[in-house]
């Protein structure tokens, strides 16, 4: 069976993604610069819309936008986060540092597992911005990482096809390998195909907000988790949905 994950940003994108048939979500804020650290009443409450069903929340810890080699208070900063996200019901992690020459930061990993305390680690797609993704994929053997998050080093998974496949192939033992990025229904079938353990969407639609913040108050645009896009991405993995 490969595992379906939906990023969501709210309680109620637990909810859908629960109702739809989803092996677990990621919860995030600011979907669209990449994702960051969700605030911990946002955590709360998706807790509780996943109550019983452990594990389902799994929580992006990325303290701010831009790219991946981060400075000692960016760490502290996480590490902080993981460390309060700890006794909070969430199932994992999903962290990700790389060295200014383009390798995984495995100083600022060991923080962050360590900071986890055992909950499941996840390395997210900070490995496709990596200088040679396979060869880093290797070098998370022994780190405590359970899954990575990556479309093959592409724009977009589907693009990336041949080198997921090899990732499945060469990942170290107890690595899983989540194919995720610009994931539309269309893909799904050839990217559980090519092996990957599970695949990643946003599953989510865009709306004006009615009552916009106006003048210099940020955009009109908002989006949601798409009950249907959910629900197509289950079907597209030719599998009902798990019985809770």
């Known amino acids: 069976m490969t595992d379906l994950e939906i990023a969501v940003q709210d309680a109620a994108g637990v909810r859908i993604a629960l109702d739809g048939g989803a092996s677990r979500v990621e919860l995030c804020t600011a979907l669209r610069t990449g994702g960051l650290t969700p605030s911990m009443g946002t955590v709360q ?22 790219g991946y080699v981060y400075s000692d208070e960016d760490v502290r900063t996480m590490c902080a986060d993981i460390g309060a996200l700890r006794g909070t019901g969430v199932g994992g992690v999903v962290v990700g540092a790389l060295t200014a020459d383009g390798r995984i930061d495995l ?72 194919a995720g990025g610009g994931v539309r229904l269309q893909d799904i079938a050839a990217l559980a195909a090519a092996g990957v353990d599970a695949v ?3 599953a989510r639609t865009t ?18 988790t798409d009950p249907a896009l ?3 991405a289950r079907a597209a993995l030719g599998e009902s949905i798990p019985a809770r």
């Open 45 to 66: 409450l998706a807790v509780e819309a996943a109550a019983g069903v452990p594990g389902f929340v799994h929580v992006l810890v990325r303290n701010r936008g831009g």
């Open 107 to 178: 100083a600022a990993l060991a923080r962050f597992t360590a900071a986890a305390g055992g909950l499941p680690v996840t390395f997210h797609r900070a490995l496709d911005a990596a200088v040679d993704p396979l060869a880093e994929l290797a070098r998370l053997a022994g780190t405590g990482v359970c899954r990575v998050l990556t479309s093959g080093a592409a724009v977009r998974s589907i693009e990336g096809l041949d080198t997921l496949a090899a990732m499945v192939r060469q990942a170290p033992e107890g690595v899983q390998v989540m």
């Open 200 to 202: 990643h969407l946003s």
């Open 207 to 224: 709306f004006l907000d009615l009552f916009p913040a106006g003048p210099g108050g940020g955009a009109q645009e908002l989006d949601a």
């Open 230 to 232: 959910v629900a197509g």
